[in-house]
């Protein structure tokens, strides 16, 4: 199952990085490193760029945010690596942080390094050879979720995972940031975003709990054991934060995608697949296991709408602007709308699944 191991391949025109410069400063940053390097590029993912570095035949992961963007609290390397490094000593299942550089000179943004940690990363389509199960997808949805609960009963105060965030407001603070941030992407009128970002400010929960949250958490930022499927890694915690942990679970509901659900949403998770917990399944799961009564979950599964299709927003608006020329971006408009119409769909229907 080795060929199935997440890999890096060329790098894609117009994100290249200066090897010399890296290199060199690699080199002098850490012990025992070689300045001749190998740079490929994973390609999955559509916001922070990920590139595997090799040195006398060591591999490591580079971070950095896309080229051309200037929303800095999305793509807060710093604040990504912090995150990293107060997780080490609590958390088992992270890639572990080396080395943050802020110096743009280097590569032309900040950025770092981080261990590699090899495995399985179901994306957009399944490999056949892997000859998945409905039982396989079963357990691996319940595990999701168990190891989602493990992220929302970290300790906050001796970790100094408190100091991620600021829990106080984060719900309404939540909303309004990415109504404001929709609106400053937008490049479609598209109505049935307009009616969640309405509905929103209208139905907010006036209480909630605080946990450290993931608040991207699917299944293509999980790594696998190419063998058992455990989850050896959670990857991408650019948007970590302490905050309502329902929040959190609110859109990795929007990401997980189910059979009838619009086909250009199934590419973002593999959770259409048969054997998956349903979206209703995952919030019964998961109050179970936090022994928990979930109330106003159609608002955290909208939230988690609106969020995705603001985050698909912003990357098509850089596309349309020319800041970037991956073609996978063209399409993104129509993700947007189809995440609009599940948020529509959940408020006209009164449930988070079966709209169609």
């Not at 946990?211 to 058992?228: A, E, G, M, P, R």
Request: charged share 25%; glycine share 6%.
């Amino acid at each position: 199952m080795n060929k199935h191991i997440d890999s890096a391949v060329k790098i894609r025109k117009g994100e290249e990085l200066d090897k010399q410069k890296l290199g060199t400063f690699l080199k002098e940053s850490l012990p025992n490193f070689s300045n001749k390097i190998e740079i490929k590029q994973f390609p999955g993912g559509f916001s922070n760029l990920t590139y595997l570095i090799t040195a006398n035949s060591q591999e490591y992961i580079l971070r950095k945010p896309p080229f051309g963007v200037n929303i800095k609290s999305a793509h807060d390397m710093k604040r990504e690596f912090k995150v990293l490094s107060c997780l080490e000593p609590v958390y088992t299942k992270i890639p572990k942080p080396i080395i943050f550089c802020e110096n743009e000179a280097i590569i032309g943004s900040p950025f770092y390094l981080m261990e590699r940690v090899k495995g399985v990363i179901l994306r957009n389509k399944i490999p056949k050879e892997l000859n998945l199960t409905p039982d396989h997808f079963k357990k691996l949805s319940i595990h999701t979720i168990e190891n989602m609960v493990d992220i929302h009963n970290l300790e906050l105060e001796k970790s100094n995972l408190i100091s991620i965030g600021k829990p106080d407001g984060y719900v309404e603070r939540q909303v309004e940031g990415w109504i404001k941030r929709y609106f400053k992407a937008e490049t479609d009128e598209i109505k049935s975003m307009n009616f969640a970002a309405e509905w929103m400010v209208s139905n907010m929960p006036s209480k909630g709990t605080v946990s450290f949250i993931h608040n991207d958490y699917k299944y293509d930022n999980l790594v696998l054991d190419v063998d058992s499927l455990e989850i050896k890694a959670v990857l991408d915690w650019e948007m970590a934060t302490v905050g309502d942990p329902l929040m959190d679970l609110g859109t990795t509901l929007a990401y997980w995608v189910e059979k009838d659900d619009n086909a250009i949403l199934h590419q973002f998770n593999v959770t259409w697949a048969e054997g998956n917990l349903t979206r209703q399944q995952v919030i019964e799961k998961y109050a179970e296991l936090r022994n928990i009564d979930i109330e106003d979950v159609l608002f955290y599964y909208i939230f988690g709408c609106f969020k995705l299709g603001v985050i698909g927003q912003q990357i098509y608006a850089r596309y349309r602007k020319g800041y970037t020329k991956d073609e996978r971006f063209a399409m993104l408009i129509h993700l947007v709308k189809a995440c609009g119409k599940n948020a529509e769909n959940a408020i006209k229907y009164n449930r988070i699944n079966n709209f169609y």
